[in-house]
């Protein structure tokens, strides 16, 4: 699957709200190590080394296309090529920060204990996840893709079903000192109507329906998923649109 740097940061300040809020439940200071999985273009990054200016930070993605723009916009950070579930940076790290990644990596309950290995005494996993895979603009993806010539093509594509706070908690309260868990749905205003959540989500959900496809197909699926998009929420009289959108919090301590 291909990822967009550009694309992505076309809604930098919105994706950035829920980094803000999941890195001011963090202690305040202390820190020495951080690494920032899954760290996109280095937005998330950046965000880390504003709350830990001290701290030595570094950054991993599987994009090239990200990794890239990670290290135009922080040449000072260590940013390296390379896949979450097969990570094999021991650390230790005093905070690792997962921001909007490991919904993409299988095997959370494979996963999460090693990333808690890699972590100080006191260390803190931070995670952030996307909790909408119910929300009209997932459940559209996956519909239209059923629906439609490219049925065959777009087969079990799309992200999995995730885990539950509820299941995080219990699986993390046998391995961590302490674990918070919280569900925030926020509620960004999105000018340009319908096409503004298809630009949305063109640099995250979408990327595997699109990626499947080409020319007419692709042009054809994104203009069904538009226009349902236009059905499925309000556009207000002014051309905007208010996009709903459910994030899932985890904080554990080793």
């Given at each position: 699957m291909?990822w967009?740097?550009?694309?992505?940061?076309?809604?930098e300040?919105e994706?950035?709200?829920p980094?803000r809020?999941?890195l001011?439940?963090?202690p305040p200071?202390?820190v020495?190590t951080?690494a920032?999985?899954?760290?996109?273009?280095?937005?998330?990054?950046?965000?880390?080394?504003?709350?830990?200016?001290?701290?030595?930070?570094?950054?991993m993605?599987?994009?090239p296309?990200?990794?890239?723009?990670?290290?135009?916009r922080?040449p000072a950070v260590s940013?390296?090529l390379g896949d979450?579930?097969?990570w094999d940076?021991?650390?230790?790290?005093?905070?690792?920060?997962?921001?909007?990644?490991?919904q993409?990596?299988?095997?959370h309950?494979?996963l999460?204990p090693r990333?808690?290995?890699?972590?100080?005494?006191?260390?803190v996993?931070?995670?952030q996840?996307?909790?909408?895979h119910?929300?009209p603009a997932?459940?559209l993806?996956?519909?239209i893709a059923a629906d439609?010539?490219?049925?065959?093509?777009?087969?079990g594509?799309?992200?999995?079903?995730r885990?539950?706070?509820?299941?995080y908690?219990g699986?993390?309260?046998e391995i961590a000192?302490t674990?918070?868990?919280?569900?925030?749905?926020y509620?960004h205003?999105?000018?340009?109507?319908?096409?503004?959540?298809?630009?949305w989500f063109?640099?995250?959900?979408?990327?595997?329906?699109?990626?499947?496809?080409e020319g007419?197909?692709?042009a054809?699926?994104?203009a069904?998923?538009e226009?349902?998009?236009?059905?499925?929420?309000?556009v207000?009289?002014?051309?905007?649109?208010?996009?709903?959108?459910?994030?899932?919090f985890?904080?554990?301590?080793?």
């Amino acid at each position: 699957m291909s990822w967009s740097a550009n694309q992505y940061t076309k809604f930098e300040a919105e994706r950035n709200r829920p980094i803000r809020d999941l890195l001011a439940q963090l202690p305040p200071g202390g820190v020495r190590t951080a690494a920032d999985i899954g760290c996109g273009p280095g937005n998330s990054t950046e965000l880390l080394i504003e709350r830990y200016p001290e701290a030595v930070v570094m950054g991993m993605d599987s994009s090239p296309d990200m990794i890239e723009a990670a290290r135009k916009r922080l040449p000072a950070v260590s940013f390296e090529l390379g896949d979450i579930s097969s990570w094999d940076n021991p650390g230790p790290f005093d905070v690792i920060l997962a921001n909007a990644s490991l919904q993409w990596v299988p095997d959370h309950a494979q996963l999460l204990p090693r990333l808690i290995e890699k972590l100080s005494p006191g260390g803190v996993l931070a995670i952030q996840m996307p909790d909408n895979h119910n929300e009209p603009a997932h459940r559209l993806m996956r519909e239209i893709a059923a629906d439609g010539p490219w049925k065959d093509k777009l087969t079990g594509v799309g992200m999995a079903p995730r885990n539950d706070a509820a299941w995080y908690f219990g699986m993390l309260k046998e391995i961590a000192a302490t674990v918070d868990v919280w569900r925030t749905t926020y509620h960004h205003l999105l000018p340009g109507g319908p096409s503004a959540v298809v630009e949305w989500f063109k640099g995250s959900g979408l990327r595997p329906f699109v990626d499947a496809l080409e020319g007419e197909e692709r042009a054809e699926y994104l203009a069904r998923y538009e226009s349902e998009i236009g059905e499925a929420y309000t556009v207000f009289p002014d051309g905007t649109v208010l996009l709903p959108f459910p994030r899932l919090f985890v904080v554990a301590t080793a």
